[in-house]
T-cell receptor
Framework: GAGVSQSPRYKVAKRGQDVALRCDPI?????LFWYQQALGQGPEFLTY????????KSGLPSDRFFAERPEGSVSTLKIQRTQQEDSAVYLC???????????????FGPGTRLTVT | DAKTTQPTSMDCAEGRAANLPCNHS???????VYWYRQIHSQGPQYIIH???NNETNEMASLIITEDRKSSTLILPHATLRDTAVYYC?????????????FGTGTQLKVEL
């Protein structure tokens, strides 16, 4: 079946530009996560949605980062006024279970590689 | 979530068992041990998880010590396609505890 998809797969932005990264989770998955992965490092949590509600945004590095999931399915991560330090792979993951479930397997997309020049 | 310690890298011959260790000495009673792997240029992939009993699935086995302070992921017959970074993650399944906290993982290289 279809997994998590992300677009674009690669994005090059000039410093100061705004970018929007899209995530299509697995159909019916309630939970959606965004992670940032710098070169040579493990992914780091950015934010979490349960349906359309953003329940945790503690990992967003600055107010230039904004995420939304207005209808509880597709999500967009927006970065305003991109900086070089924003260069990373942005990963989206979805999960079928809400808080309190017994299994928290997260299904990851392939990621969007953002390069800020 | 408790912190984990893994070796930076390991090598394994194809067809042999790959045993990947993880230390999690500060694990709490309600925290599970999860393993994910990340093949180059792909997103992480779930492998297995457990609380205190040993677990086995079609991908791997997870051996957790009796004191739960360490665990070992076993790939019984490693293939070249198992070359990846393997992450050991400890997390509690409580309200708001959904996020995964990755470390730097173990780079496993399977060779002919």
């Amino acid at each position: 079946g279809a997994g998590v998809s992300q677009s674009p797969r690669y994005k090059v932005a000039k410093r100061g530009q705004d970018v929007a990264l899209r995530c299509d989770p697995i159909s019916g998955h309630v939970s959606l996560f965004w992670y940032q992965q710098a070169l040579g490092q493990g992914p780091e949590f950015l934010t979490y949605f349960q349906n359309e509600a953003q329940l945790d945004k503690s990992g967003l590095p600055s107010d230039r980062f904004f995420a939304e999931r207005p209808e509880g399915s597709v999500s967009t991560l927006k970065i305003q006024r991109t900086q070089q330090e924003d260069s990373a792979v942005y990963l989206c993951a979805s999960s079928p279970l809400q808080t309190g479930g017994s299994s928290y397997e997260q299904y990851f997309g392939p990621g969007t590689r953002l390069t800020v020049t | 979530d408790a912190k984990t310690t893994q070796p930076t890298s390991m090598d394994c011959a194809e067809g042999r068992a790959a045993n990947l260790p993880c230390n999690h000495s500060t694990i709490s009673g309600n925290e599970y041990v999860y393993w994910y792997r990340q093949i180059h240029s792909q997103g992480p992939q779930y492998i297995i998880h457990g609380l205190k009993n040993n677990e086995t699935n079609e991908m791997a086995s997870l051996i957790i010590t009796e004191d739960r302070k360490s665990s070992t992921l076993i790939l019984p017959h490693a293939t070249l396609r198992d070359t990846a970074v393997y992450y050991c993650i400890v997390r509690a399944l409580t309200g708001g505890g959904n996020k995964l906290t990755f470390g730097t993982g173990t780079q496993l290289k399977v060779e002919l």
